[in-house]
T-cell receptor
Framework: AQKITQTQPGMFVQEKEAVTLDCTYD???????LFWYKQPSSGEMIFLIY??????QNATEGRYSLNFQKARKSANLVISASQLGDSAMYFC????????????FGQGTELSVKP | KAGVTQTPRYLIKTRGQQVTLSCSPI?????VSWYQQTPGQGLQFLFE???????NKGNFPGRFSGRQFSNSRSEMNVSTLELGDSALYLC??????????????FGPGTRLTVT
């Protein structure tokens, strides 16, 4: 069975600083994808970044980067130069490549950016 | 390009009633997945449709059902509503169920309240 664990229910970061949101996963599948989504208070899930299990380089998308350590089964999200608009819930999710569109989500981390 | 749309955005129903929620995917996307989000259980996968066929189903009772039309629009139905069905229902669309680069884009959700 697949499982995603996010151990930080809430985090604070000062504006313009970098922050790391932790995510560990458990799966017996060899081919899978890892995702991060942002959910503002409005409720919509916004796709941030994707990392494939066979990708050798860590994924980056603008201010977002994914620190992928396959042996440790971790996929931490790093947000550089935090902005006030980054305040939201962040969810880590995984999908086995043989499971179509089925995403397994963690419990989320609530990030608050302080001015 | 228009995003994923969900209607209605808010809904209040009484126990025992049934409800139908609608999701229109991004133009060209053929896969639609549904998720339930509650404070207690977090985000849980309901089902996925591709080319009008259900490809995957989560662990929900038979009261939860769905379908997909030839234009890729999808509906989900919940019969005999219970208080515990109160949740944010999110729909996600993607190009298709295969391939490594399978990005799912979510709609704004339908917030269902059962009284």
């Amino acid at each position: 069975a697949q499982k995603i664990t996010q151990t930080q229910p809430g985090m604070f970061v000062q504006e313009k600083e970098a922050v790391t949101l932790d995510c560990t996963y458990d799966t017996s599948d060899q081919s899978y994808g890892l995702f991060w989504y942002k959910q503002p208070s409005s409720g919509e899930m916004i796709f941030l970044i994707y990392q494939g299990s066979y990708d050798e380089q860590n994924a980056t998308e603008g201010r977002y980067s994914l620190n992928f350590q396959k042996a440790r089964k971790s996929a931490n999200l790093v947000i550089s130069a935090s902005q006030l608009g980054d305040s939201a819930m962040y969810f880590c999710a995984m999908r086995a490549d043989n499971q179509g569109g089925k995403l397994i989500f963690g419990q989320g981390t609530e990030l608050s950016v302080k001015p | 390009k228009a995003g994923v749309t969900q209607t209605p955005r808010y809904l209040i129903k009484t126990r025992g009633q049934q409800v139908t929620l609608s999701c229109s995917p991004i133009s060209g996307h053929r896969s639609v997945s549904w998720y339930q989000q509650t404070p207690g259980q977090g985000l849980q996968f309901l089902f996925e449709y591709f080319s009008e066929t259900q490809r995957n189903k989560g662990n929900f009772p038979g009261r939860f059902s769905g379908r997909q039309f030839s234009n890729s629009r999808s509906e989900m139905n919940v019969s005999t509503l219970e208080l515990g069905d109160s949740a944010l229902y999110l729909c996600a669309s993607s190009l298709g169920p295969t391939g490594k680069h399978y990005e799912q884009y979510f709609g704004p959700g339908t917030r269902l309240t059962v009284t």
